[in-house]
């Protein structure tokens, strides 16, 4: 079974609208870490945010957002007003404290932001 | 500027022929981790390596061996055993005080023709 799913495999969006990456987990760990990577077309991954599973606040950088619900087990991304340089490969990943901190990704949504 | 590099950012070899990914970095990090990622998918764990003169497999070993002689370093050998060696490999590594955030080099794709 998937351990990371995110369900959104390709979004496309105009410039300046807000946009949701979705992404739900699965683990049986009390202790675990979220994360959020992008993949721009370069294709280095850039490390954008990690949480773990004690601090479900919100967090918010700059057009960034994040939303953590352990009741549902999921680790929402947000872009608003977003720009064309937004465009790349958002992955969403897990890594848990009895599997020696190995991440698991998930698939990865492209996200298209059209001029 | 402190960074993980991988060389070079394309390669090319012929089927059957062993051929070593480079990866350094000059972070000072203990762990590091060899991924390969293929069109549409996610991430798959080769290796890693959380200390100088050892490794363990990953999910997807078969196929390729590493070396962890040097703290610094971390070269992937993809051998003529790989039946599907084409696809692009990331280097990452993670410091001891966050050792669950991995921070990746730019890649290389290899093309075995």
């Known amino acids: 079974a998937q351990k990371v799913t995110q369900a959104q495999t390709e979004i496309s969006v105009v410039e300046k609208e807000d946009v949701t990456l979705d992404c739900v987990y699965e683990?049986?760990?009390?202790?675990?870490?979220l994360f959020w990577y992008k993949q721009p077309p370069s294709g280095e991954l850039v490390f954008l945010i990690r949480r773990n599973s004690f601090d479900e606040q919100n967090e918010i950088s700059g057009r960034y957002s994040w939303n953590f619900q352990k009741s549902t087990s999921s680790f929402n991304f947000t872009i608003t007003a977003s720009q064309v340089v937004d465009s790349a490969v958002y992955f969403c990943a897990l890594s848990e404290a009895s599997r020696d901190d190995k991440i698991i990704f998930g698939k990865g949504t492209r996200l298209h932001i059209l001029p | 500027d402190g960074g993980i590099t991988q060389s070079p950012k394309y390669l090319f070899r012929k089927e059957g022929q062993n051929v070593t990914l480079s990866c350094e970095q000059n972070?000072?990090?203990?762990?590091m981790y060899w991924y390969r990622q293929d069109p549409g998918q996610g991430l798959r764990l080769i290796y890693y390596s959380q200390i100088v003169n050892d490794f363990q497999k990953g999910d997807i070993a078969e196929g390729y061996s590493v070396s962890r002689e040097k703290k610094e370093s971390f070269p992937l050998t993809v051998t003529s055993a790989q039946k599907n060696p084409t696809a692009f490999y990331l280097c990452a590594s993670s410091p001891p005080a966050f050792a669950d955030t991995q921070y990746f080099g730019p890649g290389t794709r290899l093309t075995v023709l």
């Open positions: 683990t049986r760990d009390t202790t675990y870490y």
């Open positions: 972070l000072n990090h203990d762990a």
